[in-house]
């Protein structure tokens, strides 16, 4: 079919974030639109996250928190259950009684529903998946124009960005020769080459977050023997989730006005206040016989809001200071993986630490040899490994993420990226802010690509309230509210 005519809206990436627009606009609009999803890869729904094959790969919150219709906060859990998921995937139970489907499992549910509002909507909506990779967009007043890997140019009223964030980068150490190397691995997810590795190589994972837990319970569930190291500049790992789970569903505590923390501190301005208050309320729980859980959700609520209004040096001062810890709390580890991580430690098998790594160089039978350099005490060692996984977090900036359309975007001046490095500035409606300084009416950016801007944007439940928020506005924008 060849896709000349102008669409209403084109979507560019279909991942959870493309998918989770096209099936409310969908839904939402007051009259049938023409929707084009641009994904090159074969489904629609399931973007890098949500299409890990891997059985012990899961979702880092319970299956209540991944919505994307808020009319049906449920719909995800009703499809496990009718799937039979529930009952045979008993591994996804943890001791709270609360159901870590695996990241596959959600990705079938996310490419089934957009094939679901494919076939029949309530509006009458067209959805189409473009089959493709958007290569270039030119902005006017009031349309779009997309050039595609194949030379194609489509046209829309409204074009959204929700290509999220890139590979992580190779580290400037591993550049050069080293990346070369067959024990050098780029790419996290290369679930085949992570198996095919020698079960006793001694391995170093850069990085401890939650890609470096993916990656060792990958390692575990291959039985791989040899020792691992896990090594970051803070050497912390994600944190554990709540042992005593919320009654309100993570919707109900979005819709709250202002957020609860806000409500009880006002609208604070720097960053050492925020943490001031988070800390007595920390405290003020505790008395209670509470973790700090709750004190911090409270703050995660509010954070969207907070952030937007933060002076431009105080979101720059948290990004340098404070962003591990909060992402540590933030998101945190599912209690499945958390284990095999225990397992490991305890058995003398994985070690955690927070190291600087001054240099790596090629050694023997394609391994890598590492000096690191302990944060604690000045000391700096050597170590030989047979492979090295990068699991740095991925490249959220723009101008050098290799990806052409958002190279593009950020070379002309269509959409500037956020001061802060963290993907692209928009306004609070996700419009584009372009390089005049103008919001694009014809470019909306959403997802972990608008994480400079709000801070809280990187994870379904916040991408679904990030859509919610601006829908409105979008259907009022294509006529159609
Ligand atoms: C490994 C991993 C696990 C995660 N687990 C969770 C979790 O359990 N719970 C949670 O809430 N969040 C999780 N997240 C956060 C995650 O970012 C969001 O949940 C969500 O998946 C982001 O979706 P997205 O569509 O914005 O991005 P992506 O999933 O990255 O999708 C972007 C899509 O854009 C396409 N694309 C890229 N460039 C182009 C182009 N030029 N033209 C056309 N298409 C293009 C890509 O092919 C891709 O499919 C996880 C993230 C990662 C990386």
Same mark, same amino acid.
Request: glycine content about 14%; proline content about 9%.
């Given at each position: 079919m060849p896709f000349s005519h102008a669409f209403d809206v084109l979507i560019i990436g279909g991942g959870y974030s493309g998918a989770a627009l096209a099936v409310r606009l969908s839904r939402e609009a007051r009259r049938a639109l023409s929707v084009g999803v641009i994904e090159p890869?074969?489904?629609?729904?399931?973007?890098v996250a949500y299409s890990?094959?891997? $059985? &012990?790969?899961?979702?880092?919150? $319970? &299956?209540?928190?991944?919505?994307?219709?808020p009319d049906r906060p449920n719909d995800f859990h009703d499809w496990l259950q009718r799937e039979g998921i529930l009952e045979a995937d008993?591994?996804?139970?943890?001791g709270s009684g609360v159901f870590f489907a695996r990241r596959a499992d959600f990705g079938r549910y996310m490419a089934e529903l957009f094939q679901g509002h494919q076939a029949v909507n309530g509006t009458g909506t067209d959805l189409i998946h473009i089959h493709a990779r958007a290569m270039s967009l030119v902005t006017g007043h009031d349309f779009s124009m997309v050039t595609l890997d194949k030379g194609q140019q489509l046209t829309a009223r409204l074009a959204v960005l929700a290509t999220s964030n890139e590979m992580p980068a190779v580290p400037k150490t591993f550049q050069g020769d080293v990346r070369l190397?067959?024990?050098?691995?780029?790419?996290?997810?290369d679930l085949d080459r992570l198996a095919a590795l020698v079960p006793d190589a001694p391995i170093l994972v850069l990085g401890t977050g939650l890609t470096a837990a993916d990656v060792i319970t990958a390692l575990a569930f291959h039985g791989h023997t040899g020792p691992i190291d896990a090594v970051s500049r803070t050497g912390l790992l994600p944190m554990d989730q709540n042992p005593m789970p919320d009654k309100e569903t993570m919707w109900e505590r979005f819709l709250q006005k202002p957020p609860r923390f806000i409500k009880k501190h006002g609208a604070l301005t720097n960053v050492a206040d925020i943490l001031r208050c988070l800390r007595r309320d920390i405290v003020d729980r505790a008395a209670e016989g509470k973790t700090w859980h709750g004190a911090f959700d409270d703050l995660r609520d509010a954070v969207r809001t907070l952030w937007t209004d933060l002076p431009l040096a105080e979101q720059q001062r948290f990004r340098r200071h404070l962003k591990s810890w909060y992402e540590t709390r933030r998101f945190r580890i599912a209690p499945q993986v958390q284990a095999v991580l225990d397992d490991y430690q305890k058995a003398g098998r994985l070690t955690i630490s927070a190291a600087r790594i001054t240099s790596a160089r090629r050694s023997e039978g394609g391994g890598v040899a590492v000096t690191f350099r302990s944060r604690a005490q000045d000391v700096t060692w050597e170590k030989n490994y047979g492979a090295v996984i990068n699991c740095t977090g991925l490249n959220t900036s723009p101008d050098d993420s290799g990806n052409p359309i958002m190279e593009q975007l950020a070379f002309t001046g269509a959409a500037i990226p956020h001061p802060t490095g963290h993907g692209f500035l928009v306004d609070r409606e996700c419009r584009a802010i372009s390089a005049s300084g103008e919001p694009q009416a014809a470019l909306r950016i959403i997802g972990p690509l608008t994480r400079g801007t709000f801070?809280?944007?990187?994870s379904v439940p916040a991408i679904s309230y990030q859509i919610h928020k601006i829908m409105p506005d979008v259907l009022a924008a294509l006529n159609a509210s």
């Open positions: 890869r074969d489904e629609v729904g399931k973007g890990a094959v891997h $059985p &012990d790969y899961r979702l880092n919150g $319970p &299956d209540a928190v991944h919505i994307v219709m008993f591994k996804g139970w943890a190397q067959s024990g050098f691995f780029p790419n996290p997810w801070m809280e944007s990187g």
